[in-house]
């Protein structure tokens, strides 16, 4: 597998919790941490979680992150407009020696 | 604060080579790793290697080895990836990013440059 697999899209109202996956295997996310970026258009990912749960300073906590196995799951409460764009994890696998990202997923705000 | 500045955006024919620039400034960046990643337009994130600037060391993702060269000028405090053999496929916008040597967190890049766009047509 060489790519950690995302739904290509989430949605929710305003106020709402929404939690978008990250599906991987054994080598990537079984056995490493996983980050989690957000991409705004036109501009460069961001850092958004580290190491599966931890936020970055200035990353407002209604953002989180956690891992179970070879899945792992961001979510984000209270959506606010400004959280309408794309999000991506990435792993190590340490059986490809490489670094793997998600899919990516478009979080739009009904 | 850190930043790092890449260089404009290229243009360039098959077969060519292309070589972009990232520059840091704010920190010495001799305890970090720069990172390549890519992405055509409109699609996901690929990784492309990394180097250290502190010994020169690289790695490089398989599929792009053989073509790729990561190198450090420690005089300018940049770095380049040079990417030979370029194709139609090879069009995306190119990111250097910091990795902070968090060895418990492979892929956690605190810093980006804005990015260059590499568009490769005959």
């Known amino acids: 597998q060489s790519v950690l697999t995302q739904p290509p899209s989430a949605s929710g109202t305003p106020g709402q919790r929404v939690t978008i996956s990250c599906s991987g295997g054994?080598?990537?996310?079984?056995?490493?941490?996983v980050n989690w970026y957000q991409q705004l258009p036109g501009t460069a990912p961001k850092l958004l979680i580290y190491?599966?749960?931890h936020r970055p300073s200035g990353v407002p906590d209604r953002f989180s992150g956690s891992k179970s196995g070879t899945s792992a799951s961001l979510a984000i409460s209270g959506l606010q407009s400004e959280d309408e764009t794309d999000y991506f994890c990435?792993?190590?696998?340490?059986?490809?020696?490489?670094?793997?990202f998600g899919t990516g997923t478009k979080v739009t705000v009904l | 604060q850190v930043q790092l500045v890449q260089s404009g955006t290229e243009v360039k024919k098959p077969g060519a080579s292309v070589k972009v620039s990232c520059k840091a400034s704010?920190?010495?960046?001799?305890?970090?790793?720069i990172n390549w990643v890519r992405q055509a337009p409109g699609q996901g994130l690929e990784w492309m290697g990394w180097?250290?600037?502190?010994?020169?060391?690289?790695g490089y993702a398989q599929w792009i080895q053989g073509r790729v060269t990561m190198t450090w000028d420690t005089s300018t405090s940049t770095a380049y990836m040079e990417l030979s053999s370029l194709r139609s496929d090879d069009t995306a916008v190119y990111y250097c990013?910091?990795?902070?040597?968090?060895?418990?967190?492979?892929?956690?890049?605190?810093?980006w440059g804005q990015g260059t766009l590499v568009t490769v047509s005959s």
């Open positions: 990013a910091r990795f902070p040597n968090d060895y418990n967190n492979l892929g956690l890049f605190d810093y």
């Open positions: 704010g920190d010495t960046f001799t305890g970090y790793d």
């Open positions: 190491g599966n749960s």
């Open positions: 180097i250290t600037p502190k010994s020169g060391y690289t």
């Open positions: 990435a792993a190590w696998d340490a059986s490809l020696n490489a670094l793997l």
């Open positions: 054994s080598f990537n996310i079984g056995s490493n941490t």
